[in-house]
């Protein structure tokens, strides 16, 4: 079975400063991963996803994150946090490998990501 | 263009009755899910309909919890007899099957008294 496991529960990063968000992934298969972002009051939202192709993914709002099988990681990096980047993230994997349909998604328990001024 | 929309956006219930959440995906997207975000689980999938074919209902926590989906678009998802651990935000995702990213609603708030 699928599952994703989200080593820090909260992060807090000063403003300019690398972000570092980690996960961790269990499959049967290669996976479907994601990452996607859920501000304050507001709905999820697709930050990247890996499907196979290039093992760095690159995502929305300047964050990227690499896939590597031999550690089963996908941990999602920012060179420089930004204010507006607090918010929480989850880290995802479909139950279905990606060659077929993307199916259900399983989340991990989300890391809550603190800005300092 | 409209995104997936849901409503009620908070619900408050007394313990014992039933709610119904409505959601109404992207238009022209065949597959619809509905997901459950609590303190507790985190979260977690429910139920997924894809096209004509039979709901995988595989994530439906108890026999209190149903959905509907009419003519392949507008889902209602029912939850009978309401029970406190029942409380959470419930999520409707849809999007154009197999590869398709999903896409999130704002989430119905279920406070059950």
């Known amino acids: 079975a699928q599952s994703v496991t989200q080593l820090d529960s909260h992060v807090s990063v000063s403003e300019g400063t690398p972000v570092l968000l980690r996960c961790n992934y269990s499959?049967?298969?290669?996976?479907?991963l994601f990452w996607y972002v859920q501000h304050p009051n507001k709905g999820l939202q697709l930050l990247l996803k890996?499907?196979?192709?290039?093992?760095l993914v690159k995502g929305i709002n300047g964050f990227e994150a690499e896939f590597k099988k031999s550690e089963t990681s996908f941990h999602l990096t920012k060179p420089s946090a930004h204010m507006s980047d607090a918010a929480e993230y989850f880290c995802?994997?479909?139950?279905?490998?990606?060659?077929?349909?993307?199916?259900?998604?399983?989340f991990g328990k989300g890391t809550k990501l603190s800005v300092k001024p | 263009g409209a995104g997936v929309s849901q409503s009620p956006s908070n619900k408050v219930t007394e313990k014992g009755k039933d709610v119904e959440l409505r959601c109404d995906p992207i238009?022209?997207?065949?597959?619809l899910y509905w997901y459950r975000q609590s303190l507790g689980q985190g979260l977690e999938f429910l139920i997924y309909?894809?096209?004509?074919?039979?709901?995988?209902k595989s994530g439906l926590p108890s026999d209190r919890f149903s959905a509907e989906r009419t003519g392949g678009s507008v889902s209602t998802l029912t939850i009978q007899r309401t029970q406190q651990e029942d409380s959470a935000v419930y999520l409707c995702a849809s999007n154009r099957g197999a590869t398709d990213t999903q896409y999130f609603g704002p989430g119905t708030r279920l406070t059950v008294l």
């Open positions: 499959s049967s298969y290669s996976p479907s």
């Open positions: 309909f894809q096209g004509n074919s039979a709901p995988d």
């Open positions: 890996y499907t196979s192709a290039a093992t």
């Open positions: 995802v994997v479909s139950d279905r490998d990606y060659g077929g349909s993307q199916g259900n998604l399983i």
């Open positions: 238009s022209g997207h065949t597959a």
